[in-house]
C-alpha cells in the first residue's frame, strides 16, 4: 500500500518564477491537504482540497493555488515566486471525516535563487 | 486564535534517559492533540494522539496525556534510544477542522 508521495524531491527556481509541485494521496484518502515547513519552524497549513475544491485556506496570498483531480490527486502552484517561498512543501492526506489520521508525504524542498 | 508553544531546544540526552517535551496550547473548544515526528531528511510521522480531555495517547514508548486545565500535552519516553534523535512537533486540530496548527518543533539529540 502505497503512501503519500509527493514529486519531484528537489527543486531550484528563480525569482518570479511559477513552480508546480504535485501530491497523490494514501491509497483510499480522498482529501489534501498542503503545508508549508521553513528551515527550522513548523509547519504551516496552506490550504486544503476535497472534492476537488478548495475547503479551507490558511494565511497564504493569492499567489498559491491549487487543484485536485478527480483520482484525488492534487497540485500546489506558486506564482511569482520570492526568495521567502524557500522551503519545504508537504502534502498530507486524509479521510473525510477521519481527520485524527493525515498521513504525511517526504515533501518537495524548493529553493528559491 | 489558535496556537502551540513548544520548548525550545535542542534537547540531548544520553541512551536510556528520561525524556520530556513540554508543550502549551491555546484553543477555543475542544481541540485534538497530536504529537508528529520527522526524522533527517524524512516528512512528518504521526507519534501519537490524543481526542478528549484527559486521554492518554501512547506508541514506541512514548506516551502524553491531554491536560485541559493547564493547557498541556508534554511528550514523554521513560529510556530513549539514539534512534529516537528526530524532531518533534506538537500540534493541534481545533474541532470542525482538518487544518493542523504546529508548534515551532523541539530537535532531540540522543547521545550513545
Known amino acids: 500500500d502505497a503512501g503519500v508521495t509527493q514529486s519531484p524531491t528537489h527543486l531550484i527556481k528563480t525569482r518570479g518564477q511559477q513552480v508546480t509541485l504535485r501530491c497523490s494521496p494514501k491509497s483510499g484518502h480522498d482529501t489534501v491537504s498542503w503545508y508549508q515547513q521553513a528551515l527550522g519552524q513548523g509547519p504551516q497549513f496552506i490550504f486544503q482540497?476535497?472534492?476537488?475544491?478548495?475547503?479551507q485556506r490558511g494565511n497564504f496570498p493569492d499567489r498559491f493555488s491549487g487543484h485536485q483531480f478527480p483520482n484525488y490527486s492534487s497540485e500546489l502552484n506558486v506564482n511569482a515566486l520570492l526568495l521567502g517561498d524557500s522551503a519545504l512543501y508537504l502534502c498530507a492526506s486524509s479521510l473525510t471525516g477521519n481527520f485524527y489520521e493525515q498521513y504525511f508525504g517526504p515533501g518537495t524542498r524548493l529553493t528559491v535563487t | 486564535g489558535n496556537s502551540v508553544t513548544q520548548m525550545e531546544g535542542p534537547v540531548t540526552l544520553s541512551e536510556e534517559a528520561f525524556l520530556t517535551i513540554n508543550c502549551t496550547y491555546t484553543?477555543?473548544?475542544?481541540?485534538?492533540l497530536f504529537w508528529y515526528v520527522q526524522y533527517p531528511g524524512e516528512g512528518l510521522q504521526l507519534l501519537l494522539k490524543a481526542t478528549k480531555a484527559d486521554d492518554k495517547g501512547s506508541n514506541k514508548g512514548f506516551e502524553a496525556t491531554y491536560r485541559k486545565e493547564t493547557t498541556s500535552f508534554h511528550l514523554e519516553k521513560g529510556s530513549v534510544q539514539v534512534s529516537d534523535s528526530a524532531v518533534y512537533f506538537c500540534?493541534?486540530?481545533?474541532?470542525?477542522?482538518?487544518?493542523?496548527?504546529f508548534g515551532q518543533g523541539t530537535t532531540l539529540q540522543v547521545k550513545p
Open positions: 500540534a493541534l486540530r481545533a474541532s470542525n477542522t482538518g487544518k493542523l496548527i
Open positions: 484553543a477555543t473548544g475542544y481541540p485534538s
Open positions: 482540497y476535497y472534492e476537488e475544491e478548495e475547503r
